[in-house]
């Protein structure tokens, strides 16, 4: 009986091995688990307001970013900042070390995402203030 117990515990940890191997980071059958979603709450926008103007950054009409820093200004009044501060615009942003050219603003694919999702985010965060306020009352 001894050795029939050695011989299932072997082949018990081969299986394991080969399930290991060929589904690595997943339950064994028989193990699974609920799946839990994460959403993030979190913006990935550096700044929320543009440092020239102050402004959101959700209501600027011309959003650009600096490629270096990845802060987020207005278009035209940071073109502005950089021809008037030469020969070496340094980044608005307190403690930010960063040289602003021309060449490195711009309107990257993704700001302008990021940006919907933040109206996104807030127009849902309003709907969840009202709908808590409903139940409230």
Known sequence: MHLVE???GIVKLLHNLL???????QPMPGEEQE????????????????PLTGK???ELQ?????????????????IHYISTKKPH??????????ILQVGWVVCDALLTIEIDEMHLAS???????????FYRS
């Open 62 to 78: 011309n959003p650009i970013r600096c490629m270096d820093c990845k802060h987020i200004y207005e278009k035209e009044p940071v």
């Open 35 to 50: 799946d839990i979603v994460m959403t993030s709450t979190q913006n990935n926008l550096l700044n929320r307001k543009c």
């Open 123 to 133: 127009a849902t965060n309003i709907n969840s203030t009202m709908v808590e306020d």
């Open 19 to 25: 399930q290991n191997v060929h589904h690595a980071f």
């Open 56 to 58: 959101p950054v959700k």
């Open 6 to 8: 050695k011989y299932c």
């Open 89 to 98: 615009p340094r980044c608005p942003v307190a403690g930010c070390p960063n």
